[in-house]
C-alpha cells in the first residue's frame, strides 16, 4: 500500500476556548476584545478620573474596565463542555435573587382557569360494592347548614379540645345508663326531684324521649308500688324537662318495641295499655294521642286497652288506682280493699279470683290483717245460726285460708298472727256475736285440719 498524506487541514491546531482567536494570529498580540463600534461608543463618554491622562491612557482604561466585565470563566480547561458564567458583580450580587422570577399555577408565566369543584368529582372514583375498603358513608352526601340566626348555647367545654360543646354531652348508650341508676335509684327513694336533676344535668335533650320507655319498661319487672311511682314521675316530668313530643315520641318508642318486650313480661302489652290510658288521665298525653295512633295501627293491643279503661263510668277515679293497692296507698285504703275482696269471695266462692286479688295488693307483711278480718266478717255473716246452714261463711273462709297458704301466697305464720289478734278483740267481737268465742274454736280446729 502507499503511504497517505495527511491533508493540510490536520496539522491546524485544535481549536478550543484557549486558543479560540489564534488561529489566524497565533501570537494574539494586538487583538483587542472590544469591537471598534463598541470602541467609538465609549469613546465619546466622560472619563471619571481626576488624574489627567491622554486619550490613548483613557481608552486603555476603559478597555480594560469593559474587559473584566466580560471577562468569561472557564471550570474545566480543554473540555467540549461550554459551563461558562458570567460575572454580574462583585459579593452579594454575585447571589440568586427569584423576586424577579415569573410565578404561574398551570406553568411557566402562565395562570390556568380557576375550579369550581366539578372536577373533583371526576377525580373521586367510587369503590365497587365487592371492595373490601368499600364503605356506605362515602356514598352518602352530607351537608352542613347553619341555625339560621338561632343561636345555640353550649353544654358544656372538653379541656382536651379546647373548645365548646354542642349537643349531647353523653352518648345514646351512655345516657340510658345514667337514666336506669337514676330510676333504679328512685324506686328505692320516691323523690322525683332528684331524677329530674339528673336528666338536666345531663343535658341530653335529644335523648329526651328515652325516658318514658326506659322508666316503664323497667317498672314492669317490678311491683305495683314502683309501677305507681312511675306515673307519678311521668307527672312530674312533663312538661319541663319534657315536652309534648318528647313525651309523644317515647310512647312511640316503647309501643314499637312491645314486640321483645312480651318474650320477658307476658303481660306487658295490658300493663302499657294502663300506662297510656293514665297518663291521658294525668294529662301528660292529650286524648288525640290514642285515636291518631289507633289511626296508623289499628287493631292495637296496646290502644284498645287504653279505651276500654278510658271508656269506663268514672274512669277518672278509677285510673288513679290503675295498680291495685300494691301500689303503697295508706292502711287505711288496705283495710277497705280487703273488705272488698273478703265479700265479693263471699259471693262467688271463687279462689282464683280471690288469690289473685290477694296477689295485687303486693301486701305481705299486711296479711295478718286480712285473717283478722275475713274471719270477723264471716263471723257476722252467720251470726247464731252458722251450724244450721250447710255451707257456712266460716267454712268458705277457712277454705280459702287454706288455698292460700297451699300455694305460698300467705304465710302460716300471718295466719297466726291473725288469729292471736282475733283473741285479743274477742271481747269487744262478743257484743257483737255472742257466739264469737265458739265459732273462733271451731275456726282454729279448721285451720289445724288443713295443716294451716
Excluded at 352 to 362: F, I, L, Q, T
Excluded at 435 to 445: G, H, I, Q, R
Amino acid at each position: 500500500f502507499g503511504r497517505v498524506v495527511m491533508a493540510d487541514f490536520g496539522k491546524r491546531s485544535e481549536v478550543t476556548i484557549n486558543t479560540m482567536g489564534r488561529v489566524n494570529n497565533p501570537s494574539g498580540e494586538g487583538v483587542r476584545a472590544i469591537s471598534s463600534e463598541l470602541k467609538k461608543k465609549t469613546s465619546s463618554l466622560p472619563i471619571k478620573n481626576n488624574t489627567t491622562s491622554s486619550k490613548g491612557s483613557t481608552g486603555a482604561v476603559h478597555n480594560s474596565v469593559n474587559s473584566s466585565e466580560h471577562e468569561t470563566r472557564v471550570k474545566e480547561a480543554g473540555s467540549s463542555r461550554r459551563n461558562i458564567t458570567r460575572k454580574k458583580g462583585v459579593g452579594s450580587a454575585q447571589m440568586y435573587n427569584d423576586k424577579n422570577k415569573k410565578q404561574g399555577g398551570a406553568g411557566k408565566a402562565k395562570w390556568g382557569d380557576m375550579l369550581d369543584g366539578s372536577e373533583i368529582d371526576d377525580m373521586c372514583q367510587t369503590l365497587d360494592k365487592k371492595d373490601p375498603l368499600y364503605d356506605d358513608l362515602e356514598e352518602e352526601k352530607f351537608f352542613l347548614s347553619s341555625t339560621d340566626g338561632i343561636e345555640q348555647k353550649a353544654n358544656g367545654y372538653d379541656p382536651v379540645a379546647e373548645s365548646a360543646i354542642y349537643g349531647p354531652l353523653l352518648t345514646l348508650s351512655e345516657f340510658k345508663i345514667r337514666v336506669s341508676e337514676a330510676v333504679k335509684e328512685y324506686f328505692d327513694s320516691a323523690d322525683a326531684d332528684e331524677v329530674i336533676r339528673s336528666i338536666e344535668e345531663m343535658k341530653c335533650k335529644p335523648f329526651h324521649p328515652e325516658v318514658v320507655k326506659r322508666a316503664i319498661s323497667l317498672s314492669l319487672d317490678e311491683g305495683p308500688r314502683e309501677r305507681e311511682l312511675i306515673s307519678r314521675l311521668l307527672t312530674c316530668l312533663h312538661p319541663n324537662p319534657l315536652e309534648d313530643s318528647e313525651m309523644e315520641s317515647g310512647f312511640e318508642i316503647l309501643l314499637d318495641s312491645l314486640d321483645d318486650l312480651c318474650i320477658d313480661i307476658p303481660d306487658a302489652k295490658s300493663m302499657v295499655g294502663s300506662f297510656l290510658a293514665r297518663a291521658i288521665v294525668d294529662e301528660v298525653l292529650p286524648p288525640a294521642y290514642v285515636s291518631n295512633r289507633n289511626n296508623c295501627h289499628p287493631g292495637d293491643e296496646v290502644v284498645e286497652k287504653a279505651v276500654s279503661l278510658l271508656s269506663r263510668e268514672h274512669c277518672t277515679a278509677r285510673l288513679e288506682k290503675v295498680w291495685g293497692p300494691g301500689d303503697g296507698r295508706p292502711v287505711s285504703e288496705l283495710k277497705q280493699v280487703i273488705d272488698q275482696l273478703t265479700e265479693e269471695y263471699l259471693l262467688s266462692r271463687e279462689l282464683d279470683e280471690a288469690a289473685r286479688c290477694v296477689r295485687e295488693m303486693n301486701a305481705p307483711h299486711f296479711h295478718h290483717e286480712l285473717v283478722k278480718r275475713g274471719v270477723k266478717l264471716a263471723m257476722e255473716k252467720d251470726g247464731l245460726d252458722h251450724a244450721a246452714t250447710s255451707s257456712s261463711s266460716l267454712d268458705a273462709i277457712a277454705a280459702l285460708f287454706s288455698f292460700l297458704v297451699k300455694n305460698a301466697i300467705v304465710s302460716e305464720h300471718q295466719v297466726s298472727k291473725g288469729i292471736s289478734r282475733l283473741h285479743k278483740v274477742l271481747p269487744d267481737l262478743t257484743l257483737d256475736v255472742p257466739a264469737a268465742a265458739s265459732m273462733l274454736n271451731e275456726f282454729e280446729k279448721m285451720a289445724e285440719k288443713e295443716a294451716v
